[in-house]
C-alpha cells in the first residue's frame, strides 16, 4: 500500500510539473502567433461572414482544380482590404454548423481577433494532449519527461509546423480525440464517447475511431459518441438551410473524387498522385486520377484493419490502448485523398512508446521515424517542398503504422 501511495504521490507531483510547462509552451504559441494571418482559421471566419453578408453561396465556392488553395473572386478581393498580400484563407471544407455558429462574431470582430480568440481555446487544450496520451498509454517514462518531448516535437516537426502557423482546427479535434479515449479508459464511457461525437461533428473522419470500441464492445463510449454527433446533426438540420447542406455534400465528393498532390499530404493518393502522368501541374488537382490512386489508400485501410483486428484479439488491454489509437491515425490519413501532415500528432507521440515494445531497436525505430518529419533536417539537407517531403511524410505514416501494429505485446524493456 506504501509503494502505491509513494508511486500515486510521484505521479501527482510530476503531472503539476508537466502542466506548469504545459502552460509556459501555451504561453509561448499564444504570443508567437497573435495577430497573425491563420488560413485555416480564416476559412471559418469567411464562411461565418459570408453567410452574415446574406451571401451563403459563396462559402462553399471552392474550384476543385485550385484546391487546397481559392480561386474564388469573392474570396480574393478581401485580401487587400483585410491585409493579405494575395489571399486571406483557405477554402471551406467543414460542415456548414460552424459557419453558422461563426457569423454572429463577424460582426463584432475583425479576422485577426477571430483568430485570437481560437487561439486562446485552442494552443491551452492543445497543450494538454501529452498528459491526456500519458494517462491513456502509461508510458515508463515521467509526465514531465513525457510533456517535454512530445511538445518539442509538435513544435518542430511537420505538424505543428504547418498547423500552429495555420491556428488549424485540428488541434482542437486531437484533443477532444485524445480526451474521448482517455476518459473511456478511465470508467467515464460516456464523457469519452461525447468527445469523439464532437470531434466528429467538426472533421468528419474521426467517425473512423468508433470502429475501436466496436471492437471493445465499449457500448456506452459508442452511445455516447452517437448522442453528442446526433445532437450536433440535429442542431445542423435545425440551423442550416437545405441548399447549404447539399452545397457541403456536393463538395465532400468533389473532394473524395479527386487526387491532391501536395507537399503536407501523407496520403497514398497524393504520393501517386506527383507521379500521375494525367497531371501537368503536378501542385493542381488531378480530377481524373489513375484507378490505383483512387483505390490503393482504401485498401490500404482494410489491410491495416485486418491486421488491427489479428493482433487485438490475443493483444493484452494496455497493448490495446496504446496501439490502436494512433495505427488507426496513421492508417486514416493514408487512405484518405487528403491526409495533411497535422492528422499525425497522436503517431507521433506515440512513437515515443517503441523503445519500451522493442528494446534497443525500438531507440532506431524512433529516431528514424522522426527524423522523416523533423523539419530542420529538412532544411539541413535541402529537401525540396514537393514529391520529396510527401515521400517521407507517407513513409513516417506507413513506417509508424507498421511498427506500432507489429509491436510485442509485452514492453521489451
Known amino acids: ?77 478581401l485580401s487587400e482590404p483585410w491585409g493579405c498580400d494575395a489571399f486571406c484563407a483557405y477554402p471551406y471544407v467543414y460542415p456548414p454548423i460552424w459557419a453558422v455558429l461563426a457569423a454572429p462574431l463577424t460582426g463584432i470582430t475583425d479576422m485577426r481577433g477571430f483568430s485570437n480568440i481560437a487561439l486562446l481555446v485552442q494552443i491551452p487544450l492543445f497543450a494538454l494532449c501529452p498528459l ?76 473512423l475511431f468508433g470502429l475501436i470500441w466496436l471492437q471493445e464492445g465499449n457500448w456506452r463510449a459508442l452511445a455516447g459518441a452517437i448522442l453528442a454527433g446526433g445532437g450536433m446533426l440535429a442542431l445542423n438540420m435545425a440551423l442550416v438551410d437545405t441548399a447549404l447542406n447539399a452545397a457541403f455534400l456536393d463538395q465532400a465528393r468533389a473532394l473524395s ?51 488491427m483486428g489479428w493482433r487485438a484479439r490475443t493483444a493484452d488491454p494496455l497493448w490495446r490502448r496504446r496501439v490502436l489509437l494512433p495505427a488507426l491515425a496513421a492508417l486514416a490519413v493514408m487512405a484518405s485523398p487528403i491526409g495533411w501532415a497535422y492528422y499525425l500528432f497522436i503517431p507521433l507521440f506515440a512513437v515515443q512508446l517503441l523503445p519500451e515494445h522493442y528494446g534497443r531497436a525500438g531507440i532506431a525505430l524512433l529516431l528514424g521515424l522522426t527524423a522523416l518529419v523533423f523539419l530542420p533536417f529538412y532544411i539541413l539537407l535541402g529537401i525540396r517542398i514537393g514529391f520529396d517531403a510527401t515521400l517521407l511524410g507517407f513513409l513516417f505514416t506507413l513506417g509508424t503504422s507498421a511498427a506500432l501494429l507489429l509491436a510485442p505485446a509485452r514492453p521489451a524493456i
Open 132 to 207: 491526456l496520451a500519458w494517462r491513456l498509454w502509461r508510458p515508463r517514462i515521467g509526465p514531465v519527461s513525457w510533456t517535454l518531448r512530445c511538445l518539442l516535437l509538435a513544435t518542430v516537426c511537420t505538424m505543428g509546423t504547418t498547423s500552429l502557423v495555420n491556428n488549424q482546427p485540428q488541434l482542437l479535434v486531437t484533443f477532444l480525440l485524445l480526451a474521448g479515449f482517455e476518459r473511456a479508459a478511465h470508467g467515464r464511457p460516456w464523457l469519452g464517447g461525447a468527445a469523439l461525437g464532437l470531434a466528429a461533428a467538426i472533421k468528419i473522419y474521426p467517425v
Open 257 to 307: 473524387a479527386g487526387v491532391f498532390p501536395a507537399a503536407w499530404n501523407y496520403s497514398l493518393a497524393s504520393l501517386l498522385g506527383w507521379l500521375d502522368p494525367a497531371s501537368a501541374d503536378p501542385w493542381s488537382a488531378v480530377t481524373d486520377p489513375h484507378p490505383a490512386a483512387r483505390i490503393g489508400g482504401p485498401l490500404l485501410l482494410v489491410a491495416g484493419l485486418v491486421l
Open 1 to 77: 500500500m506504501k509503494t502505491t501511495h509513494a508511486t500515486s504521490a510521484r505521479d501527482r507531483v510530476g503531472i503539476q510539473r508537466a502542466l506548469a510547462f504545459a502552460a509556459v509552451w501555451a504561453v509561448f504559441v499564444i504570443s508567437w502567433q497573435w495577430d497573425g494571418l491563420h488560413y485555416d482559421l480564416n476559412a471559418l471566419y469567411f464562411a461565418g461572414y459570408f453567410l452574415a453578408q446574406g451571401q451563403p453561396d459563396l462559402i462553399y465556392a471552392v474550384s476543385i482544380d485550385s484546391f487546397p488553395l481559392t480561386s474564388e473572386p469573392a474570396w480574393l478581393a
